[in-house]
């Protein structure tokens, strides 16, 4: 078990789930338009997000781990000690490797999380992955890109209990701040740091 203030880690079981296979305010504080009424984006997202603490609570189902961390705050800035956890948390697990996550990655995240509500925790399903890791997905699905945004630290697959892969999709493309992946009959979605974009996996 690895504790520190208040994020904890607990390590769990084995690799080979199959899931897996199938700067301040940058990337989700840019303007965008309402495209789902009610969702808090643009300049509202910004103000929210620039006056409150940014905290995660993420759980991993392949390791068994859970983690809630503040990795921002309105006074500090980006916190270089939650920042490691998280990344740790994020490593690939088959060749325990870890890789800095990007922090534009973890404010998207934050960005949905906000739009969903207070207390819920985000399950990980795919971090970083190391170029072997990559590989070695990407020889059992079509789906995994081989220059995946996971292999630079900057892309996540997760889903949220009683939260739908469509909900949280939507909640994603409005944002405009990244890209944003589907997969249909999944509970879970992609997203990363890169450009703007959106794709449907089939």
């Known amino acids: 078990m690895y504790i520190l203030k208040e994020t904890q880690l607990v390590k769990a079981h084995g690799p080979d789930c199959p899931c897996c ?12 338009s309402v495209i789902t009424a009610g969702l808090l984006v643009g300049p509202q997202l910004a103000q929210a997000a620039s ?6 609570m993420m759980s991993n189902p392949h390791t068994g781990e859970k ?5 921002w705050t309105p006074i500090d800035g980006y916190i270089r000690e939650s920042l490691d956890l998280v990344s740790k948390f994020m490593r690939d697990f ?40 990559n590989q070695m997905l990407s020889r059992r699905s079509k789906n995994v890109a081989k220059k995946s945004y996971h292999m630079r630290a ?14 949280l999709r939507q909640i994603a493309l409005a944002l405009k701040a990244g890209g944003v ?22």
Do not use: C
């Not at 983690?67 to 990795?71: C, E, F, K, Q």
């Not at 249909?184 to 703007?196: A, R, T």
């Open 21 to 32: 296979v199938n700067s301040h305010r940058r990337r989700f504080l840019q303007k965008t």
């Open 51 to 56: 006056k409150r603490d940014r905290l995660l």
């Open 67 to 71: 983690i809630r961390t503040v990795y």
């Open 94 to 133: 088959r060749q325990n490797q870890v890789k800095p996550i990007d922090p534009a990655l973890l404010d998207i995240v934050h960005a949905v999380m906000l739009n969903i509500g207070k207390g819920k925790r985000l399950e990980v399903m795919s971090g970083y992955r190391s170029p072997k890791t």
């Open 154 to 167: 900057k892309a996540m697959d997760f889903q949220v209990k009683n939260v739908s892969s469509k909900q």
């Open 181 to 202: 992946g589907y997969y249909p009959g999944s509970n879970y979605i992609h997203v990363d740091s890169g450009p703007v974009r959106t794709w449907t996996y089939s």
